[in-house]
Every structure is written in structure tokens, then in C-alpha cells.
């Protein structure tokens, strides 16, 4: 059954970052978490069907209060496929994000591209650099090493951040060939970065934990009780950094 092939393939790609990823992950980590006891926050970019990585950081329950999605709606493809396509290939979007994001040279930024080819992408990694900001990759190394960049430097995502975190997937990202067909289906890159995603963020947490920093951790707000916990976190978060404030205004 393609079903079961399919969760064949993604245990042994989970098998694989576990080998080969956990170092990345901890050297981020000890990044990110010297960062956030100083007040930093961490940014997660992503655009197309990368947004949804983005978004599984923020405000997530048994995660990071000072983790903050950038997910500008026309880079999405829930309103027009063909539009964020294109956008993401646009040439001097990458400052608009910038200009509409106060991100600090004390903030990381996690940058998630499967194929790490497209302007917007690599932009954001180089006006991060230009700006001094710590830049993480979670990307799909295979497939970017397959393919040329469409940015005009020549770059691709990989070559350009701090830290490069591979999501393990195949070219193409689609993990499961269909017998007697000449394509494949069922994509990899959202399971395995979202894997990636939340082992960063327990490898942050107990490096904080480990070094005796104050962490600020969001709750269930859908069990009883933890409405007024987590409002409470928050105020503690502003109290220790008030300029988060402005960042976080809903807490």
C-alpha cells in the first residue's frame, strides 16, 4: 500500500535526521538560547507551503513565548498559488519584510526553504548578514545542490546562514514512487521540518533549563486554568524585557 510506504519513508527519514542532525540542532540551539536570556526573540521566514514551519512555532502550546512567526500573506498560497509564486521569486521583496519587521542583531532568524533557490529567501538570509543577525537554514540539501539559484547573486539559501539544518527529503520532495508511474507523491518537507522544528525547540528549552536561564513557556490554552498562566508568563516576559512589548502586545 502507497500508505504504509509512505510511513515507511518518513520513519526512515526521521531515523536519518536523527543521525545526522542533532548536532546542528544543539549548536543552534546553544545560540538561540543565549539570545532569548537576553531578550532576543526567535523569527521564524517562510514562504509558499514553508509558511505553515513558520507557523508551527508560534504561540504553540509546550512552546516558546519569544518565538515569533514573519509569514507576509501574499508569500502564502492560500489565496492565490500562482501569485505567491511569484512573489517569491521577486527581486527586493525580502526588504519590505525587513522594513515591516523590527528584527534585531540580537534576535535569530530561522529561514525554511525547501529548495533555498528563490530571491525571497535567499535575500532574507543576506540582508540578515547585513544587519548582523544570527541565520539559521532549514532547508532540503539535496535538492538545492540539484538546481541553480534564481537569485542574481548566485547564491543559494545553504550557502549563505550560519547554521545550515537539512530536512533530509528527496528531490522534489515528493517521498513515495508510484509503481508503473514516472512520478511520485506524498511530500516530506512539512513532517520533517516540523520534526526539526520542535527538537530545536527542546534542545533550546534544555539548554536554558541546563544553564540556569528563565524560560517563558506557553500552555495549553484550550485545558482550564491556563489562560490566567499563560497571561501571567507574559507579564513576566515584559516585565523582564519591556522593550517586547511593542513585539508582543497580545500577551
Not at 508503473?180 to 507523491?185: A, D, L, P, T
Request: a negative charge.
Amino acid at each position: 500500500m502507497l500508505a504504509l510506504d509512505y510511513c515507511d519513508r518518513i520513519a526512515g527519514g526521521i531515523e536519518k535526521i536523527k543521525k545526522t542532525q542533532i548536532e546542528g540542532i544543539t549548536k543552534a540551539a546553544s545560540e538561540i538560547a543565549a539570545r532569548l536570556g537576553k531578550g532576543g526573540i526567535l523569527y521564524v521566514f517562510g514562504s509558499g507551503h514553508s509558511h505553515v514551519l513558520a507557523e508551527e512555532i508560534y504561540m504553540r502550546a509546550g512552546g516558546l513565548i519569544q518565538a515569533k512567526a514573519i509569514v507576509p500573506h501574499e508569500l502564502t498560497v492560500d489565496l492565490d498559488m500562482q501569485k505567491s509564486t511569484l512573489m517569491e521569486r521577486m527581486d527586493g521583496l525580502a526588504e519590505v519584510v525587513f522594513a515591516t519587521n523590527k528584527i534585531r542583531s540580537c534576535d535569530v532568524l530561522l529561514i525554511v526553504s525547501n529548495s533555498g533557490r528563490n530571491p525571497v529567501p535567499v535575500q532574507m538570509a543576506q540582508g540578515a548578514k547585513s544587519r548582523g543577525i544570527f541565520t539559521i537554514a532549514l532547508t532540503n540539501l539535496e535538492h538545492s545542490k540539484s538546481v541553480g539559484s534564481r537569485d542574481k547573486s548566485g547564491k543559494k539559501l545553504y550557502e549563505l546562514c550560519d547554521i545550515v539544518l537539512d530536512s533530509c527529503g528527496p528531490v522534489g520532495d515528493a517521498l513515495v514512487p508510484v509503481p508503473g508511474k514516472n512520478f511520485s507523491i506524498a511530500p516530506a518537507s512539512t513532517i520533517f521540518g516540523a520534526l526539526i522544528i520542535e527538537m530545536l525547540v527542546c534542545s533550546v528549552i534544555e539548554t536554558m533549563i541546563d544553564t540556569g536561564t528563565e524560560l517563558f513557556i506557553l500552555q495549553s490554552s484550550n485545558v482550564d486554568g491556563n489562560d490566567d498562566q499563560n497571561r501571567r508568563m507574559g507579564e513576566q516576559l515584559i516585565k523582564k524585557f519591556p522593550e517586547l512589548l511593542e513585539v508582543f502586545s497580545s500577551l
